[in-house]
T-cell receptor, first 111, second 113 residues
């Protein structure tokens, strides 16, 4: 079983829809959870950074962490064509440990 | 733009050759991490340097080596290139110690023929 599982997509949704992206993980010791956005031919860009369980909101983006289910989510409200990218979930045991990435989900927002 | 710059942007090498990739970290950042991203995969951790010392290594063979310089810029060296080394190599920098929020460069696309 891989440490981090993420559906690679592609996921296509109409502009304005709510997007839900998810990851599951196997190691219950993970404490820090991140979402990165990666455009084609670019490096990943940090979107959300959370510690332990709970929700975090930043503009149109909401990150949720459910440690009991080992499941994290990213919601994008009022999706825009510029949100079309690959979204990578990532997590780490502590602030001194390596970051483990999911495969990424390719998202297409249709105008 | 993150302020992390990598060179070159693209590189073509043949099997068995050696390659050096370079990274300039964002101003004020003292930690540099290197990741390998194969096509259709997430980035995989190669190693990290914190204040010029290696501070953790992923599951990569010794032919992957690195350096961090006093100005916190960094190099990734790969010897005896193999076809499977073809990937996007990403450098990321952070401040305030290891694994604070990472800021990635745009990467070096390496093709091994």
């Amino acid at each position: 079983q891989k440490e981090v599982e993420q559906d690679p997509g592609p996921l296509s949704v109409p502009e304005g829809a709510i997007v839900s992206l998810n990851c599951t993980y196997s190691n219950s010791a993970f404490q820090y959870f991140m979402w990165y956005r990666q455009y084609s031919r670019k490096g990943p860009e940090l979107l959300m950074y959370t510690y332990s369980s709970g929700n975090k909101e930043d503009g149109r983006f909401t990150a949720q962490v459910d440690k009991s289910s080992k499941y994290i989510s990213l919601f994008i409200r009022d999706s825009q064509p510029s949100d079309s990218a690959t979204y990578l979930c990532a997590m780490t045991l502590n602030r001194d440990d390596k970051i483990i990435f999911g495969k990424g989900t390719r998202l297409h927002i249709l105008p | 733009e993150t302020g992390v710059t990598q060179s070159p942007t693209h590189l073509i090498k043949t099997r068995g050759q050696q390659v050096t990739l370079r990274c300039s970290s964002q101003s004020g950042h003292n930690t540099v991490s290197w990741y390998q991203q194969a096509l259709g995969q997430g980035p995989q951790f190669i190693f990290q340097y914190y204040r010029e010392e290696e501070n953790g290594r992923g599951n990569f063979p010794p032919r992957f080596s690195g350096l961090q310089f006093p100005n916190y810029s960094s190099e990734l060296n790969v010897n005896a290139l193999e076809l499977d080394d073809s990937a996007l190599y990403l450098c990321a920098s952070s401040s305030g110690g290891p694994n604070e929020k990472l800021f990635f460069g745009s990467g070096t696309q390496l093709s091994v023929l």
